[in-house]
Nanobody
């Protein structure tokens, strides 16, 4: 069993930065591709970014390209989502997820096997 725990969310102003972390339990982190998804109130969950086990493949949704950077440290069993130039429309609960297809960076929530409970990001205008 893999547990994923997100942290780093908070309330910030437009233009500020936050770094979200996704910490994984166990020794299987290297076997996982990691994805980030978000869900705003009343909206469907949407893909944000994903990274393969070795960082060779990283994908972003268009709305965050150039502002968000996804990385991982397999020695620390942690993935990081650096979010710069935040906008009010980035407000959502952010979830990290693990996919036991390590070379993938899937955009689809159905491909992910494990999920964290989420961390709230609120960006005020």
């Amino acid at each position: 069993q893999v547990q994923l725990v997100e942290s780093g969310g908070g309330l910030v102003q437009a233009g500020d930065s936050l770094r979200l972390s996704c910490a994984a339990s166990g020794r299987t982190f290297r076997s996982l591709a990691i994805g980030w998804f978000r869900q705003a109130p009343g909206m469907e969950q949407e893909f944000v970014a994903a990274i393969s086990w070795d960082g060779a493949r990283i994908d972003y949704t268009d709305s965050v390209k150039g502002r968000f950077t996804l990385s991982r440290d397999n020695e620390k069993n942690t993935a990081y989502l650096q979010m710069n130039s935040l906008k009010p429309e980035d407000t959502a609960v952010y979830f990290c997820a693990g996919d036991f297809a390590p070379s993938s960076a899937s955009w689809y929530a159905r491909d992910y096997d494990y999920w964290g409970l989420g961390t709230q990001v609120t960006v005020s205008s």
